[in-house]
Nanobody, 116 residues
Framework: QVQLVESGGGLVQAGGSLRLSCAFS????????MGWYRQAPGKQRELVAR???????SYVDSVKGRFTISRDNAKNTVYLQMNSLKPEDTAVYYC??????????WGQGTQVTVSS
């Protein structure tokens, strides 16, 4: 059974950087297309970055040029490097399959708070 553990969040000033990590336990990590999602207070969870099994990536427009998703298949880990952070990036960040449904299993997430 897959388990996901996110880490690396925190409080940062606008313009700062954070690097999130997601440890995937279970089989077959390297064949999964993975995604980073975020959920701000009062808003729906949104997919902000995806990395496909072959290494291609895609981003939502609001984070393009600032966030970079990567993966290390040897460590069963997916990362999200976040630069030039803005207050509107404040949210709980989750990783999961790039096609995860709201009712799927989700990890505990990691809180990112960006102060102005």
């Amino acid at each position: 059974q897959v388990q996901l553990v996110e880490s690396g969040g925190g409080l940062v000033q606008a313009g700062g950087s954070l690097r999130l990590s997601c440890a995937f336990s279970g089989r077959g990590f390297s064949i999964y297309d993975m995604g980073w999602y975020r959920q701000a207070p009062g808003k729906q969870r949104e997919l902000v970055a995806r990395i496909f099994s072959g290494g291609d990536t895609s981003y939502v427009d609001s984070v393009k040029g600032r966030f970079t998703i990567s993966r290390d298949n040897a460590k069963n880990t997916v990362y999200l490097q976040m630069n030039s952070l803005k207050p509107e990036d404040t949210a709980v960040y989750y990783c999961n399959s790039a096609y995860a449904e709201p009712g799927a299993y989700w990890g505990q997430g990691t809180q990112v708070t960006v102060s102005s």
